[in-house]
T-cell receptor
Framework: QQPVQSPQAVILREGEDAVINCSSS?????VHWYRQKHGEAPVFLMI?????EQKGHEKISASFNEKKQQSSLYLTASQLSYSGTYFC????????????FGAGTQVVVTP | NAGVTQTPKFQVLKTGQSMTLQCAQD?????MYWYRQDPGMGLRLIYY???????DKGEVPNGYNVSRLNKREFSLRLESAAPSQTSVYFC????????????FGQGTRLTVV
């Protein structure tokens, strides 16, 4: 039931772009994105609601395709500070408040 | 404003021992959650509480019990610890009013030997 994230890991050079995907086998009510630095707690990035809404945080944006039950996170012109593990969290209509997280995508941005 | 506070930060237990992980939030949030984080598996929901006085099982509740003591506090108890419960535990909370972000505590790193 956990959403599936891909890729598992990505290595970027500063300034490069990357896409992280999150897909679910169930219809989604919302998708959340979080970033976790090593040894720290996950930190909220953004929420997307059904309707294909696209949001942004710094040069990080995301889209949500309700019909395909998937969301994508776009890291544009990556910075060293973007390094960390990115998690998508999903909420399904019949389990209000029960967020389920993907296994995470480790992002390493190098100089 | 402390946010979500977890205690302890680190703990080593022997197999069969019991302990309680404490979590408190000072943001007047209604919903609170306990997750465990294992390498390659992300965050898995153990239990959650939509409001004071209610609790519900998540994906991996076996071996755990919870208590929503009041609106601020949500504790997680391991009655008889097992090595499989070695993990990093995170408490989180969300404010009322619909779809909102989760605020996480700093985590408890638990090792069961």
């Amino acid at each position: 039931q956990q959403p599936v994230q891909s890729p598992q890991a990505v290595i970027l050079r500063e300034g490069e772009d990357a896409v992280i995907n999150c897909s679910s086998s169930k219809a989604l009510y919302s998708v959340h994105w979080y970033r976790q630095k090593h040894g720290e707690a996950p930190v909220f990035l953004m929420i997307l609601l059904k309707g294909g809404e696209q949001k942004g945080h710094e040069k990080i944006s995301a889209s949500f395709n309700e019909k395909k039950q998937q969301s994508s996170l776009y890291l544009t012109a990556s910075q060293l500070s973007y390094s960390g593990t990115y998690f998508c969290g999903t909420e399904i209509p019949d389990s209000w408040g029960k967020f389920q997280f993907g296994a995470g995508t480790q992002v390493v941005v190098t100089p | 404003n402390a946010g979500v506070t977890q205690t302890p930060k680190f703990q080593v237990l022997k197999t069969g021992q019991s302990m309680t992980l404490q979590c408190a939030q000072d943001m007047n949030h209604n919903s609170m959650y306990w997750y465990r984080q294992d390498p390659g598996m992300g965050l898995r929901l153990i239990y959650y509480s939509a409001s004071e006085g209610t609790t519900d099982k998540g994906e991996v509740p076996n071996g755990y019990n919870v208590s929503r003591l009041n609106k601020r506090e949500f504790s997680l108890r391991l009655e008889s610890a097992a090595p499989s419960q070695t993990s990093v535990y995170f408490c989180a909370s969300t404010r009322p009013g619909g779809i909102t972000e989760a605020f996480f505590g700093q985590g408890t790193r638990l090792t069961v030997v």
